[in-house]
């Protein structure tokens, strides 16, 4: 009987793998984006390695002012680059009600967007897996300017310490990028307050 490890990564999504090399008995694949993904897990101190895991199960979420920057890294005014690669999602907050956020689209099993730019996310569309419209040839097109779930976000993080989307909903409430979970960021000037 082989070890079986289980890893959480965004949201609910998990992977489990067979530890026994020499078993001819494997453990399920949950979801086919990391079905060649390599354990171990990069560690705290190494940080991410730009793997791709995440990117490739779901977008993390824009925080206020960051969609201006993402554009701009790309060359495009904010509303070109959200007409071509947002939707619209949004959470129920505790305090604040219906909270409305701007997240990368997800691409189908086909490569093409699940939705159309700048609709509104269903819960089906919350559901469903898929690679986040950035990530390309193994890397992130927008990685200076990433969304703050996705800066702050880790694979080896217990998962209290990344950020939820109620967190990032209560950055849209407030008008602006901060959390006590934000790293420092040199390679983006960003908006943000500790």
Not at 34 to 45: C, K, L, Q, R
Not at 165 to 189: F, N
Request: charged share 30%; hydrophobic share 30%.
């Amino acid at each position: 009987m082989s070890d079986t490890k289980r890893l959480t990564m965004i949201g609910d999504e998990r992977v489990e793998r067979s530890s026994a090399v020499d078993s001819a008995e494997t453990a399920p694949v949950e979801n086919e984006y990391w079905a060649e993904e390599e354990i171990p897990t990069p560690s705290e101190e190494q940080g991410c390695i730009r793997r791709g895991a995440c990117c490739r199960s779901a977008p993390g979420w824009f925080g206020p002012g960051e969609v201006e920057a993402a554009a701009e890294h790309l060359g495009l005014e904010p509303g070109a680059f959200a007409a071509k690669y947002l939707v619209i999602d949004a959470i129920d907050h505790p305090e604040h009600g219906e909270v409305e956020a701007f997240a990368p689209l997800k691409l189908d099993r086909h490569g093409q967007p699940a939705l159309k730019p700048l609709t509104r996310a269903d819960n089906l569309y919350r559901f469903l897996k898929g690679p986040c419209i950035f990530y390309r040839d193994q890397g992130c097109q927008i990685y200076p300017a990433r969304p703050v779930e996705c800066r702050v976000y880790f694979c080896g993080h217990d998962p209290e310490k990344n950020l939820t989307h109620e967190e990032v909903a209560e950055m849209w409430v407030k008008g602006r990028v901060s959390s006590r979970k934000l790293p420092p960021s040199p390679e983006s000037s960003l908006p943000s307050e500790p």
